[in-house]
Every structure is written in C-alpha cells, then in structure tokens.
C-alpha cells in the first residue's frame, strides 16, 4: 500500500478538502457538545434518560423523545434552533464522510476513466443524501 504524500500549502482543491477534514471532524464534537449542553439547558436532565439524551444530542428527531417525559415533544423540542443543529450535522457528516470516500477513491482506482466516473457517482450520491435529509429534517 502506497501513500499519497500530504498536498502542498496553496489553494489547490486537495488542500482545502485536507483542511475541511481537519476542520469538519472538530466542528461535528463542537455540535456534539452544544447539542448535548443545549438539551441538559432545556430540561432534558429531568425528562429524559442518558440513551435518549445520546439520540437526541446526535441527530434531534421528535421521535427519539416519544417514549421519555417530556411533554410537549413538538412545541419546546422542534424549533428553528434543533432544526439548525439537524442542518449542520447531517451537512458536515456526510459531507466529511463523502469527501473521505472521495480521497478512497484516488488512492486505490488507478484506471482515469474508472476515477473520473467514481467521482461523478461520489458527487450524485452527496447531492441525493443532502437533498434526502433537508427533506426529512424540515418535513417530519
């Protein structure tokens, strides 16, 4: 197995994908923590157990909630601010997981037409999940 040696300080599209890794992996644990910090705020400290205090910190969906004490699910849970939360973390996990695929691809497809086609499909499948998951998050 060979490695690619680390892409050279500019603004190429391989440095900025490098730096984005970087950056996206730290801002997923920022909203990590303020999902979590934010729901303890809410009340979640009182109404729900640690699992459903885990699902909700990670992807905030009414439905994680259903079965735990709180209230109202609807009206206090899922508003414009979890609905952002939502937002930014299905953007910067599929988009970090998506680009890692990406950097898979070239080092293991040496065929370009193969590499060029791979791309092509990484591209449609990252605009088809972020398209799926706006839909879902603003729907349900």
């Known amino acids: 197995m060979s490695s690619r040696p680390a892409p050279q300080i500019g603004f190429s599209f391989e440095y900025l994908m490098w730096i984005f890794t970087r950056l996206s992996g730290c801002v997923l644990?920022?909203?990590?923590?303020?999902?979590?910090?934010?729901?303890l705020v809410m009340g979640a400290r009182t109404q729900m157990g640690v699992g459903d205090l885990m699902r909700w910190t990670f992807f905030p969906n009414s439905y994680h909630v259903v079965n735990t004490n709180v209230p109202d699910v609807?009206?206090?849970?899922?508003n414009a601010y979890w609905n952002t939360i939502q937002m930014l973390v299905v953007f910067f996990a599929i988009t970090?997981?998506?680009?890692?695929l990406r950097v898979v691809i070239e080092d293991y497809v040496r065929r370009p037409w193969l590499r060029i086609f791979l791309r092509g499909l990484?591209?449609?499948?990252?605009?088809?999940?972020?398209?799926?998951?706006t839909y879902v998050i603003l729907t349900i």
């Open 29 to 39: 644990y920022l909203l990590a923590l303020v999902g979590f910090v934010s729901a």
């Open 74 to 78: 609807d009206p206090g849970w899922m």
């Open 96 to 100: 970090h997981g998506m680009n890692g």
């Open 122 to 133: 990484v591209f449609l499948l990252w605009l088809c999940m972020l398209i799926v998951a």
